[in-house]
Nanobody, 124 residues
Framework: QVQLVESGGGLVQAGGSLRLSCVAS????????MGWFRQAPGKEREFVAA????????LYADSVKGRFTISRDNAKNTVTLQMNSLKPEDTAVYYC?????????????????WGQGTQVTVSS
């Protein structure tokens, strides 16, 4: 069993920054690839970013590339999403999730454990 807890969401003005964290517990974290997804009101959940277990592979949605950075600290069982130059369209609930081994990084059906989500609101 894996428990994921996100934090760091909030209200920020356009152009501002937020840093989301996801702490994992319950089993070995360092061997798992992790991802961030988001869901805006009335929209489907979408891929944001993912990182391999080693941190070598980092993938981003085109909409956040160059603005968001994913990282991880396996010693602290934490994956982080640094979000800069935020836009109103980034407003959503952000979720971290654990990818099932060998599966795609990009689709939510390939992730089996999810956090409860943290709200990010960007005002114009």
């Amino acid at each position: 069993q894996v428990q994921l807890v996100e934090s760091g969401g909030g209200l920020v003005q356009a152009g501002g920054s937020l840093r989301l964290s996801c702490v994992a517990s319950g089993r070995t974290f360092s061997s798992d690839a992790m991802g961030w997804f988001r869901q805006a009101p009335g929209k489907e959940r979408e891929f944001v970013a993912a990182i391999s277990w080693s941190g070598i592979i980092k993938l981003y949605a085109d909409s956040v590339k160059g603005r968001f950075t994913i990282s991880r600290d396996n010693a602290k069982n934490t994956v982080t999403l640094q979000m800069n130059s935020l836009k109103p369209e980034d407003t959503a609930v952000y979720y971290c999730a654990r990818r099932m081994g060998g599966r795609s990084y990009y689709t939510e059906v390939d992730y089996d454990y999810w956090g409860q989500g943290t709200q990010v609101t960007v005002s114009s």
